[in-house]
Nanobody, 122 residues
Framework: QVQLVESGGGLVQAGGSLRLSCAASGRTFSSGAMGWFRQAPGNEHEFVAA????????YYADSVKGRFTISRDNAKNTGYLQMNSLKPEDTAVYYC???????????????WGQGTQVTVSS
């Protein structure tokens, strides 16, 4: 059974940085992709970024491009989201997701974490 566990959320001032981690267990991911999504109160689930497990191809939402960096460590079966220049509108619960098939451009995922809260104060 695949489990994804996020960590690294918290409270930060605008302009600050946080790094989220997503540790996968139950299966080694060597194909497919890992993605990050977020949901703020009253908002829809929003795609943030994705990375392929095999070749490191990345894809970002326009709202985070240039500020966030997604990466993965295949040896650790772990993905990361480095978030810099954070803004109050980045406040949300952040979820990681993983899939065994498909590209970074497809937002359908099979496995989801429980989410971690990120709060950016102004």
């Amino acid at each position: 059974q695949v489990q994804l566990v996020e960590s690294g959320g918290g409270l930060v001032q605008a302009g600050g940085s946080l790094r989220l981690s997503c540790a996968a267990s139950g299966r080694t991911f060597s194909s497919g992709a890992m993605g990050w999504f977020r949901q703020a109160p009253g908002n829809e689930h929003e795609f943030v970024a994705a990375i392929s497990w095999s070749g490191g191809v990345t894809y970002y939402a326009d709202s985070v491009k240039g500020r966030f960096t997604i990466s993965r460590d295949n040896a650790k079966n772990t993905g990361y989201l480095q978030m810099n220049s954070l803004k109050p509108e980045d406040t949300a619960v952040y979820y990681c997701a993983a899939k065994l098939w498909g590209t970074v451009y497809d937002v359908n995922y099979s496995y989801w974490g429980q989410g971690t809260q990120v709060t950016v104060s102004s």
